[in-house]
């Protein structure tokens, strides 16, 4: 069965440090990964999209890596803000890229003190 | 662009009641997506459109809730008679491609309370 685990759970770290999110997966045979970021209320935000030939790619303060040979990814948060206090989602897509092939993590909950 | 537009944005009904949430995607997408999300599971896939034609709507729990594109601007999720475990924030997305793995556009979502 096709799976996303998240970790950790929730996070709270201080205003101006840097963090790094977990995502593992079972998901096969795999064809994208994503992180969206949901922020209180609101609805979730595409952050990164990753294939099987990317290992590394940036939006701004994020960074998402990908090892596709050990089913993991992180997103690393650079100089974190009191904006960047969400939740952060993992998405991987499987097979063909239909609906059947998209599976979802529960979420890391981040909280940003200042 | 407006982004995709869901109403209501929110809703407290009655155990039995009938609840229809409505979604309008944005102009051009091909696809369309409906989402339950909660606390214990998270966003779950309910069902998924494509050029107006359900593709897949293996996630939907159960033949209380319906879902319908009558066309490219207008989808609404049905749920009759409503029960208190249907409570949850319901999202719609939308793609332009036709694609589920293509990137989604998600509304701000309609949050649902059934008591």
């Known amino acids: 069965k096709n799976q996303v685990e998240q970790s950790p759970q929730s996070l709270i770290i201080l205003e101006g440090k840097n963090c790094t999110l977990q995502?593992?997966?079972?998901?096969?045979?795999?064809?994208?990964l994503r992180w969206y970021k949901q922020d209180t209320g609101r609805g979730p935000v595409s952050l990164t999209i990753?294939?099987?030939?990317?290992n590394t790619k940036s939006n701004g303060r994020y960074t998402a890596t990908l090892d596709a040979d050990t089913k993991q990814s992180s997103l690393h948060i650079t100089a974190s803000q009191l904006s960047d206090s969400a939740s952060y989602i993992c998405?991987?897509?499987?097979?063909?890229?239909?609906?059947?092939?998209?599976?979802f993590g529960k979420g890391t909950h981040l909280i940003i003190q200042p | 662009d407006a982004g995709v537009i869901q109403s209501p944005r929110h809703e407290v009904t009655e155990m039995g009641q009938e609840v229809t949430l409505r979604c309008k995607p944005i102009?051009?997408?091909?696809?369309l997506f409906w989402y339950r999300q909660t606390m214990m599971r998270g966003l779950e896939l309910l069902i998924y459109?494509?050029?107006?034609?359900?593709?897949?709507d293996s996630g939907m729990p159960e033949d209380r809730f319906s879902a319908k594109m009558p066309n490219a601007s207008f989808s609404t999720l049905k749920i009759q008679p409503s029960e208190p475990r249907d409570s949850a924030v319901y999202f719609c997305?939308?793609?332009?491609?036709?694609?589920?793995?293509?990137?989604?556009?998600f509304g701000p979502g309609t949050r649902l309370l059934v008591l």
């Open positions: 995502c593992n997966y079972t998901v096969s045979p795999f064809s994208n």
């Open positions: 998405v991987v897509s499987g097979s063909g890229g239909g609906a059947d092939g998209l599976t």
């Open positions: 997305a939308s793609t332009p491609s036709g694609l589920a793995a293509g990137t989604q556009y």
């Open positions: 102009s051009g997408h091909n696809s």
């Open positions: 990753m294939t099987f030939s990317e």
């Open positions: 459109f494509n050029n107006n034609v359900p593709i897949d």
